[in-house]
């Protein structure tokens, strides 16, 4: 069966300070891959999404970037953090069917 | 381009009480339709779908949803609910058929209450 991970499951960063959110999936190829973020009682915000290698289409103008360096791996990651980016991350994969299933998230706080 | 109303964005509801959860969605297309469920600091689980043939769909913890092209609404229902269904539900469209291009709506808290 398939799964997904995320790492680390809380973070605590400085602002100005740099990110790495890794996601990766076990049991499939191929996956499409999403990056969310949700703010503290606000709903599900796009911010990246990947459908292949080295492919990424960005949904929102930021200081995040997203890479895919490898089938199933998708990395957030930014240079100098804000306190605005604080939140819950989420990836999601999707199969090729028509639903998207979640990681258990990354809870980053930036003070 | 799809949009997804979740009117209310916090329903209590005592415990053993029936409960429906409002969905409303805007779409020029045929559209793919589904619940979330989130626990605190937990990943969004799905809950349901309505992809296509009985408007009507079901999850195993008793939970509900019709489609309703007419009212272009896809309501969640419950008839008796426990405190373990204490969560964030979120309604979501999409109106691809691989899950791309999905829109989340803002979010219902449900709160059963003993």
């Known amino acids: 069966s398939q799964t997904i991970h995320q790492w680390p499951a809380t973070l605590v960063q400085p602002v100005g300070s740099p990110l790495s959110l890794e996601c990766t999936v076990e049991g499939t190829s191929n996956p499409n891959l999403y990056w969310y973020r949700q703010a503290a009682g606000r709903g599900l915000q796009l911010l990246f999404y990947?459908?292949?290698?080295?492919?990424i289409s960005s949904e929102v103008p930021q200081n995040l970037s997203a890479s895919r360096p490898q089938d199933r791996q998708f990395i957030l990651s930014s240079k100098k953090l804000l306190l605005s980016d604080s939140g819950f991350y989420l990836c999601?994969?999707?199969?090729?069917?028509?639903?998207?299933?979640f990681g258990p998230g990354t809870r980053l706080t930036v003070l | 381009a799809q949009s997804v109303t979740q009117l209310d964005s916090q329903v209590p509801v005592f415990e053993e009480a029936p409960v429906e959860l409002r969905c409303n969605y805007s779409s020029s297309v045929s559209v793919y339709l589904f619940w979330y469920v989130q626990y605190p600091n937990q990943g969004l689980q799905l809950l349901l779908k309505?992809?296509?043939?009985?408007?009507l769909v079901e999850s195993i913890n008793g939970f509900e949803a019709e489609f309703n092209k007419s009212q272009t609404s896809f309501h969640l229902r419950k008839p008796s609910v426990h405190i373990s269904d204490t969560a964030e539900y979120f309604c979501?469209?999409?109106?691809?058929?691989?899950?791309?291009?999905?829109?989340f709506g803002p979010g219902t808290r449900l709160s059963v209450l003993p």
């Open positions: 979501a469209v999409s109106e691809d058929n691989y899950g791309q291009n999905f829109v």
């Open positions: 990947s459908v292949g290698i080295g492919q």
């Open positions: 999601a994969w999707n199969p090729g069917r028509r639903e998207q299933f």
């Open positions: 309505y992809l296509s043939g009985s408007t």
